[in-house]
């Protein structure tokens, strides 16, 4: 189905020079995409557009454990009235489907996670045909990924990251030239100081960096106290430290794993509410995807002019690392 909007905040627009004229958005939900081999379920996803435009960027977003294509609405809608077409997939550990612990397809959630992204991206022109006038509207040439939290592993494998196995060896390459850059939410750290549960449980969560070398901006909160490492809100930062460049590194004064509220406002998730943190979080990957899926373009002179903001600002919320 589709479901039109207009959004009131009048800051969303797909011109950035044009700060008075709300962007209507168009959301169809769900589109569903033939499951692969293995999965056992039809792949649904949400996508959300500006009504206008041509040559639109896309993001692909993965959600956090247990969420689906629902969820992230402060993220996904204010992309996509800012001129982004956004896709949802519903993962496989989505409480939506109700998927047991026990079920065979557990311990492969996490690669079929990432087989979720690469098959949507396989599949744009019928993502964008499901959405009433979107078709042909894409530019192919301007992908970026994003994610939090479980959502954020899956997307960094599409950049360049790696799971190390039991011996410490990089397993597959499962990065994706398609894709240009990244955004990553509360991603977490090394697989060094996890805790006995997650040893046991979550054996993927043993990530190397060293070969991530898409653009990425890696937003962390300096209170995200996670259960499965021993290390403190610093875990939080070794995608950004064990990397290379082009990185940033937005680092939230107060803010806990939902980092403000980004899957959503008076969600049980959201420990931390805070508009202004979101509201930072909006504009910075914004300004940061509008940058880097078009180098030396007029986002780049965005990007410099909110990064300037957030360093002279009396009260900062939080701050601001590039390399």
């Given at each position: 189905m589709s479901d039109p909007n207009t959004p009131t905040d009048p800051t969303n627009t797909t011109d950035p020079s044009n700060a008075?004229?709300?962007?209507?958005?168009?959301?169809?939900?769900?589109?569903?995409?033939?499951?692969?081999?293995?999965?056992?379920?039809?792949?649904?996803?949400?996508?959300?557009a500006p009504a206008t435009g041509t040559d639109l960027p896309v993001v692909v977003f993965s959600h956090g454990f247990?969420?689906?294509?629902?969820?992230?609405?402060?993220?996904a809608d204010h992309w996509a009235a800012q001129g982004f077409v956004v896709v949802q997939p519903t993962h496989l550990d989505s409480r939506t489907l109700g998927i047991p612990a026990e079920d065979?397809?557990?311990?492969?959630?996490?690669?079929?996670?990432?087989?979720?992204?690469?098959?949507?991206?396989?599949?744009?022109d019928v993502v964008a045909a499901a959405v009433p006038g979107l078709a042909g509207r894409l530019d192919r040439g301007?992908?970026?990924?994003?994610?939090?939290?479980?959502?954020?592993?899956?997307?960094?494998?599409?950049?360049?990251?790696?799971?190390?196995?039991?011996?410490?060896?990089?397993?597959?390459?499962?990065?994706?030239?398609?894709?240009?850059?990244?955004?990553?939410?509360?991603?977490t750290g090394l697989g060094d100081d996890l805790t006995p549960f997650a040893v046991e449980h979550l054996p993927f969560m043993r990530p190397s960096f060293d070969t991530m070398t898409?653009?990425?901006?890696?937003?962390a909160g300096d209170r995200d106290q996670s259960h499965l490492s021993t290390r403190g809100p610093d875990w939080f930062t070794d995608p950004y430290t064990y990397s290379p460049g082009p990185k940033h590194l937005l680092t939230l004064f107060g803010a806990e794993h939902s980092l403000g509220g980004i899957p959503g406002y008076e969600v049980a998730e959201t420990t931390?509410?805070?508009?202004?943190?979101?509201?930072?979080?909006?504009?910075?990957?914004?300004?940061f995807l509008r940058d880097a899926l078009s180098p030396g373009g007029?986002?780049?002179?965005?990007?410099?002019?909110?990064?300037?903001?957030?360093e002279g600002a009396a009260e900062p919320l939080g701050t601001l690392r590039s390399k």
């Open positions: 008075t004229a709300p962007t209507t958005v168009v959301s169809a939900k769900p589109v569903v995409l033939a499951a692969p081999g293995g999965r056992g379920a039809d792949l649904q996803v949400r996508v959300s247990g969420w689906s294509m629902n969820g992230y609405a402060p993220l065979p397809r557990t311990p492969r959630i996490w690669r079929f996670r990432v087989e979720d992204i690469t098959q949507v991206l396989d599949a744009l301007r992908i970026a990924v994003a994610g939090h939290s479980w959502g954020a592993q899956t997307v960094s494998t599409l950049l360049g990251a790696r799971v190390l196995d039991a011996d410490g060896v990089p397993g597959e390459d499962l990065s994706d030239p398609r894709v240009t850059a990244g955004v990553l939410l509360a991603l898409a653009p990425a901006l890696i937003v931390d509410e805070s508009p202004a943190r979101v509201a930072l979080v909006q504009k910075l990957s914004t300004a007029a986002g780049a002179a965005e990007w410099k002019t909110a990064a300037a903001a957030l």
